[in-house]
Nanobody
Framework: QVQLVESGGGLVQPGGSLRLSCAASGSIFSISIMAWYRQASGKERELVAGITRGGSTNYADSVKGRFTISRDNAKNTVSLQMNSLKPEDTAVYYC???????????????WGQGTQVSVSS
C-alpha cells in the first residue's frame, strides 16, 4: 500500500504565502504524475497543478503566476508554493499521485487525506 501525507496548510491573510508538502511512502517503485487538487466548500474538486517525473508542469489558469509546483523524485515528495493568496483560494488541498508499486505492472492512483488552506483577514 501507498500513503500520501500532506502538511503545511493553515490560515493566512490575503496576499500571504503558504507552502504545502506531500510525502509518499510505502512499497513504491516509481511515481509518474504528482499533482495538487483542491475542493472548496460546495464545489467540485479541481486540479490546481501537476508535475511529471521529468519536471513538466501545468497549472489551473486561476493560479498561474502565483503558485509553483515542484517535486523531489529521490524523496517521493511534491510541494506547492502558494504566493499572493486570495480568499478564493480557500479550500481543502489534496495531494494526488500515480504510483507504480513494487511487484506490480500498472500505475495506481492515490490521494492524500487533505489539508485545509484558509485565506481570510
Amino acid at each position: 500500500q501507498v500513503q500520501l501525507v500532506e502538511s503545511g496548510g493553515g490560515l493566512v491573510q490575503p496576499g500571504g504565502s503558504l507552502r504545502l508538502s506531500c510525502a509518499a511512502s510505502g512499497s513504491i517503485f516509481s511515481i509518474s504524475i504528482m499533482a495538487w487538487y483542491r475542493q472548496a466548500s460546495g464545489k467540485e474538486r479541481e486540479l490546481v497543478a501537476g508535475i511529471t517525473r521529468g519536471g513538466s508542469t501545468n497549472y489551473a489558469d486561476s493560479v498561474k503566476g502565483r503558485f509553483t509546483i515542484s517535486r523531489d523524485n529521490a524523496k517521493n515528495t511534491v510541494s506547492l508554493q502558494m504566493n499572493s493568496l486570495k480568499p478564493e483560494d480557500t479550500a481543502v488541498y489534496y495531494c494526488n499521485a500515480d504510483v507504480l508499486e513494487r511487484g506490480r505492472d500498472y500505475f495506481a492512483n492515490y490521494w492524500g487525506q487533505g489539508t485545509q488552506v484558509s485565506v481570510s483577514s
